[in-house]
């Protein structure tokens, strides 16, 4: 159930990160970073709840 998860994770970070590169080559640079910002805590956030949380999954 866990690797289901962070496929799931890792299929978002990569949308949030080709938005922010499309936003970065279109120089709206305060969007790309902002989107960049949001995907890394969309997917780091889980990803130590996962492995260094205390609960059963």
Same mark, same amino acid.
Request: no cysteine.
């Given at each position: %159930?866990?690797? /289901? +998860? =962070? /496929? &799931? #994770?890792?299929? @978002? &970070? =990569?949308? %949030?990160? *080709?938005?922010?590169?499309?936003?970065?080559?279109?120089?709206?640079? /305060?969007?790309? +970073? !902002? *989107?960049?910002? +949001? !995907? @890394?805590?969309?997917? @780091? #956030?889980? /990803?130590? =709840?996962? &492995?260094? !949380?205390?609960?059963? #999954?």
């Amino acid at each position: %159930m866990k690797y /289901l +998860i =962070i /496929l &799931f #994770l890792v299929a @978002l &970070f =990569i949308y %949030m990160f *080709s938005f922010a590169r499309y936003n970065w080559a279109k120089k709206n640079r /305060l969007a790309a +970073i !902002g *989107s960049l910002i +949001i !995907g @890394l805590a969309a997917v @780091l #956030l889980p /990803l130590y =709840i996962i &492995f260094y !949380g205390n609960y059963e #999954l």
